[in-house]
């Protein structure tokens, strides 16, 4: 097992990385020390409940949790609303749920904003740990602490900044994953590689799709793209500075997402487009070597993600982009690599070099 330790003061806490945490029973140790004596709520998706459900439920009776009771909506993003929240709390208040009880999230990055979101304020906060199942949460929205629902206005606008108190990560959950969903954890994974840390992006090419399938070599990547994302987060757990990197690929992905009304690519293939194109900004910006585009990009095809899009016109993209959620006065910031494993963050790239990149990136 691997511990990646996320330092935020009195708020620090642990994520716990393995394939097999819950059958060899670490978990339960893991678990223990949070759940002993109280009521917990599990909160998970139609999808993921019937498959982890159960194991959960047993890891915290076999941790000393008081009394379990279950809160499942239906699974995806649709449900990832402020009426879902309104159930869970509802649930948490019928289970009867008080400040001294603990929210267990258990499933996708979907589950886990809610759970948290409604952790933080269900009596004005209680405890929450988080058991991630895909591969997106492990990599992305598991790390980080930031929590929220959508509204018909825009996709996170209401939320908070939460942390959990442990983060239980089992590779074992993603057996049962589909392959377009691992792919699109992949996209995360790689955008780590690509800001931060060279020698994960080759091992990830050494590996490649056998990464799909031998979950214990994935359970050390996540490991480390998690420690590489704890350490932005503990330096800028807000996001007034360095955390901005993390949006690699995204200032490109959201404009593909809005301009085909969250019903084309998956957020994961649109920010791998995005991390394509950020490439090739940079190449064009004279900031990167256009073999380490190359790379980037096959690295991407290797996961089974696409570095372009189809059907949508680079004029609609770039006014997308501009009324981005982290635009300044309608400037879009753009991360754009310098190397593979450095990047950095403008906001002085001209409107002609974008257009230029949407040409290439648009079939
Ligand atoms: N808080 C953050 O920092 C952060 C970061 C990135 C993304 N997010 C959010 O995460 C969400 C996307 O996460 P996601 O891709 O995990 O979506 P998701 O939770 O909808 O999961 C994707 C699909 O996989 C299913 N699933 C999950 N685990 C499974 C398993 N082990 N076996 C079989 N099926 C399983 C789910 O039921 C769902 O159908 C978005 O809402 C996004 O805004 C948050
Ligand atoms: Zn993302």
Redesign the pocket.
């Given at each position: 097992m691997e511990t990646v330790h996320v330092s935020l003061g009195d708020r620090s806490y642990d994520i716990s990385v393995a394939k097999g945490l819950f059958a060899s029973g670490k978990a339960v140790e893991l678990l223990a020390p949070f759940v002993r004596g109280v009521k917990v709520l599990i909160v998970s998706?139609?999808?993921?409940f019937p498959?982890?459900g159960g194991t959960l439920r047993r890891a915290l009776l076999d941790a000393g949790a008081a009394d379990v009771a279950v809160s499942v909506f239906p699974?995806?993003?649709t449900s990832?609303h402020l009426g879902v929240i309104g159930d869970v709390c509802r649930d948490a208040a019928r289970a009867g749920l008080d400040r001294g009880s603990l929210i267990a999230g258990l499933?996708?990055?979907?589950?886990?904003?809610m759970a948290a979101f409604a952790a933080s304020i269900y009596m004005r906060g209680i405890r929450c740990v988080q058991v991630p199942?895909?591969l997106?949460?492990m990599i992305?929205?598991g790390?980080?602490g930031?929590?929220?629902v959508?509204l018909p206005e825009g996709?996170?606008l209401v939320g908070t900044f939460y942390q959990p108190k442990a983060v239980l990560m089992d590779a074992a959950?993603?057996a049962?994953?589909?392959v377009r969903?691992m792919s699109?954890?992949f996209a995360?994974l790689i955008k780590h590689a690509v800001l931060f840390d060279r020698g994960l992006f080759d091992e990830l090419e050494s590996a490649g799709d056998a990464l799909f399938r031998d979950l214990d070599r994935l359970a050390a990547l996540v490991a480390r793209s998690c420690a590489l994302k704890a350490a932005v987060v503990s330096r800028d757990e807000r996001e007034q500075g360095e955390r901005m990197l993390l949006n690699l690929g995204h200032t490109f992905g959201h404009a593909i997402e809005k301009v085909q009304d969250y019903r084309g690519l998956?957020?994961?293939e649109a920010v791998a487009v995005g991390t394509a194109a950020a490439a090739q900004l940079s190449v064009r910006l004279g900031l990167l070597d256009a073999d380490s585009a190359q790379k980037i990009a096959a690295l991407l095809r290797m996961f089974r993600l696409p570095v372009t899009v189809s059907g949508c016109a680079p004029d609609d993209l770039l006014a997308a982009m501009a009324s981005d959620k982290k635009a300044v006065s309608g400037v879009p910031r753009i991360v754009l690599p310098l190397a593979i494993g450095r990047a950095e963050v403008r906001t002085d790239v001209p409107r002609s070099e974008l257009r230029a990149v949407w040409e290439t990136v648009c079939e």
């Open positions: 998706d139609s999808n993921v498959l982890c699974a995806g993003e990832k499933g996708g990055g979907v589950t886990g904003d199942t895909s997106l949460a992305d929205s790390v980080g930031k929590t929220g959508d996709k996170n959950f993603l049962t994953l589909p969903e699109n954890g995360e998956e957020h994961g």
